[in-house]
């Protein structure tokens, strides 16, 4: 579970970080944030289907 808090910490941080930035368009800020938080919550989910499907697509997204 601290691989998970800490993992959340440092997306979370990432993903203020790139709306803060505004280095993206207008549309494409919200959908990155929304697709790091997605991963960082799926990864504190002790459930590895969960894990597993919504990190392979969150991840993409996010990139």
Known sequence: MTGAI???IGVFAFARGVADSRI????TTPTVVTAL???ATARA?????????LQALAGPVAL
């Open 6 to 8: 800490s993992f959340a």
């Open 37 to 39: 938080t997605a991963l």
């Open 24 to 27: 993206l368009s207008g549309r």
């Open 45 to 53: 989910v002790p459930l590895g289907i969960v894990q597993f499907h």
